[in-house]
């Protein structure tokens, strides 16, 4: 089993979060990870336990997915199971030791993390809930587009946009990384396997709380817009996904969320018309 770890490194707290994640992920040892970071490089990586990984700095930044092409050009074996983890996204380690064992035994082609909560931001957020509305209204679009737009899809609705997965390295060597912006490629890779009729389970997953993030819920909206399975999008199918998500994915809504719901999804709107606009 191999480990790709993309993280890029801009600033002390961006050093913090990938230490986190190798902390958490250091209890895996024996298995491979692949560490590729960009931007500043990091001066020491010293993680009690974590002895078995590559390091690859690139001084000028990649994208993400730039990084985990990269990194899945180095492993050889076609079926080899690999982990994409996020260096910016820590996980609570008994949630992601269990995810892990499920992956060593499990004969699935992939497994998808499933958040507990989504505790992500955006650096023009409206609020706290951004995020989570904004994720939760895109993922629902997405399965829509993907059910021949039927207007109800019945939970529990699969989490797309999660940074955990877990997935055959044959499988990702056929991905056209191209064709992915700087953000969305968790959701074109989800596409992807939809789309080859690659079977993709569950695997519950306890994110860490975050206090910033690398992205603003605009320049999100941007790239998911610009994906091409989103062509075409207008206002008819927003409102549905709107009208939908908050049942379709239900396990993320609490009083807190509701009370957010009706301004946030019409910024949300707002900016993904806007876009279409841009693209046109």
């Known amino acids: 089993m191999i480990t790709i770890i993309p993280a890029l490194l801009r600033n002390e707290n961006d050093n913090h979060l990938l230490q986190e994640t190798l902390r958490c992920a250091s209890v895996f040892s024996p298995h491979e990870f692949i560490l590729i970071t960009q931007g500043n490089k990091p001066e020491d990586i010293k993680i009690p336990g974590l002895t078995n990984y590559r390091f690859v700095h690139f001084n000028k930044p990649l994208s993400k997915w730039g990084a985990i092409r990269h990194g899945i050009e180095q492993v050889k074996d076609q079926n080899e199971k690999v982990v994409l983890l996020d260096g910016d996204n820590p996980f609570e380690k008994d949630s992601l030791t269990k995810a892990y064992a499920k992956w060593s035994s499990s004969n699935a082609q992939c497994l998808l993390g499933k ?78 396997l939809l789309s080859n009729g690659v079977s993709v389970q569950n695997v519950p997953i306890t994110p860490l709380m975050r206090e910033s993030s690398n992205y603003s819920a605009k320049e999100i909206i941007m790239n998911l817009a610009a994906l091409p399975f989103f062509k075409g999008v207008g206002s008819a199918e927003i409102d549905c996904a709107i009208k939908s998500a908050p049942y379709v994915y239900r396990d993320y809504m609490d009083e807190y969320i509701y009370s957010r719901y009706d301004v946030e999804s019409k910024f949300i709107k707002s900016a993904w018309l806007g876009e279409i606009g841009r693209l046109a």
Do not use: W
């Open 115 to 192: 958040r507990n909560k989504i505790v992500l931001k955006a650096k023009d957020q409206l609020s706290d809930a951004t995020r989570v509305i904004l994720e939760i209204i895109t993922n629902t679009l997405f399965l829509l587009r993907h059910h021949h737009k039927k207007s109800v899809i019945l939970p529990p609705a699969p989490d797309i946009q999660n940074c955990l997965y877990m997935i055959e390295s044959d499988l990702l060597k056929k991905l056209d990384f191209d064709k992915i912006g700087s953000y969305g490629g968790e959701m074109f890779l989800f596409n992807y």
